[in-house]
């Protein structure tokens, strides 16, 4: 890496000489403008739109348009009395903790190394830095700009991140924040499975810019003359469902699947949604299920009364009814007699 800037970190009154390295680089494959004829390079001539002449660098200077056609001409004079564009300093302004930073502010990022015999005061403030799980915020000329920035540490070095100022960034305005959109509960919790199911630990390493890997894959294929193969498609999104609660079923059902986890239909675990309905459905059918169980309890009693008796106990009944016709049937004869006698006489 080739340092880009050189210049010091004021912590109090200690100053920490240091290089200014960038700390990210772009992977995006470059092309230029050719003729398609013989592929020669398209050249551009710096010509003056009033006059039509070609100008040189030495010629150029900044220009600010303040509307109307009219624009006020700044030359290197004007700039060398601007504060801080000379500078080389990186001024710690405040200790703040890092949460309380919003991404949205994070520009560029920039490694910072120590120069020379400022390794030991460079530790220190390294050391410092995490022990109080802070960032420090400070302000440094880059570029003759001047800019907000955090230090902070990353894996042992000095991380200098410039950040946007705040009336850099633009305030969202968009009609349906004044809206009343009500979102259902059902609704809301089958969205919250759904970020269950897909929730894991963040790993950079394993995500890829396949867009410009296909790319790189056509231009070797050109280099060395072979047949150009296309890249696999990707699998097409699902089209929009109307449902929403089918949608995030969906969804969740494909998450579950890229994990190698059983679908919704197979063994799935229970969602709040589907919990609190089982438990809903127990609730309505355990009354139910008990005065059941007491009619078919007394059904059984009743049964078992009835046919519930001795074969000892039946044989007796049998007996004593044989006594009773038996008798029954001597008491008859003895009557027909003394009619038969009266008859007689």
């Excluded at 564009?85 to 949460?99: G, K, M, Q, R």
Aim: net charge positive.
């Amino acid at each position: 890496m080739r340092a880009i800037w050189k210049g010091a970190v004021s912590f109090g009154l200690v100053s920490i000489g240091v290089k200014l390295y960038s700390a990210t680089e772009e992977k995006d494959i470059r092309f230029h403008q050719v003729h398609r004829e013989d592929g020669g390079r398209i050249r551009y001539k710096r010509t003056c739109s009033v006059c039509g002449e070609e100008v040189s660098y030495d010629d150029i200077a900044k220009g600010y348009d303040i509307g109307g056609g009219e624009m006020v001409v700044l030359t290197d004079e004007d700039f060398a009395d601007l504060p801080l564009t000379s500078s080389h300093a990186i001024d710690v302004l405040e200790f703040v903790p890092a949460e309380q930073v919003d991404p949205i502010l994070y520009n560029k990022a920039y490694f910072l190394e120590p120069e020379g015999a400022a390794t030991k005061p460079y530790v220190l403030l390294r050391d410092a830095l995490t022990d109080s799980e802070r960032v420090a915020i400070v302000k440094v000329a880059l570029r003759q700009r001047e800019q907000l920035a955090t230090l902070r540490v990353r894996e042992g070095v000095l991380l200098l991140n410039t950040m946007l100022w705040p009336d850099e960034i633009r305030k969202p305005s968009f009609g349906f924040l004044d809206e009343e959109i009500k979102v259902r509960g059902p609704e809301l919790a089958m969205a919250s499975s759904l970020i269950d199911s897909m929730a894991g630990e963040f790993q950079p390493d394993a995500f890829t810019d396949d867009y410009r890997a296909a790319l790189q894959e056509v231009i070797d294929a050109k280099v060395e003359g072979r047949e150009v193969v296309q890249p696999e498609e990707v699998e097409a999104p699902p089209a929009a469902a109307v449902d929403l609660m089918a949608a995030l079923r969906a969804s969740v059902d494909r998450a579950r699947a890229a994990r190698g986890e059983a679908p919704s239909g197979e063994a799935r675990q229970p969602t709040p949604i589907t919990s609190a309905r089982s438990a809903q459905r127990a609730a309505t059918k355990a009354p139910a299920k008990k005065a059941a169980a007491k009619k078919a309890t007394k059904k059984a009693e009743g049964a078992k009364k009835a046919t519930g008796k001795k074969p000892a106990e039946k044989a007796a009944g049998a007996k004593a009814t044989g006594r009773k016709a038996a008798g029954r049937s001597g008491e008859e004869k003895k009557t027909a007699a003394k009619k038969a006698a009266r008859k007689s006489a």
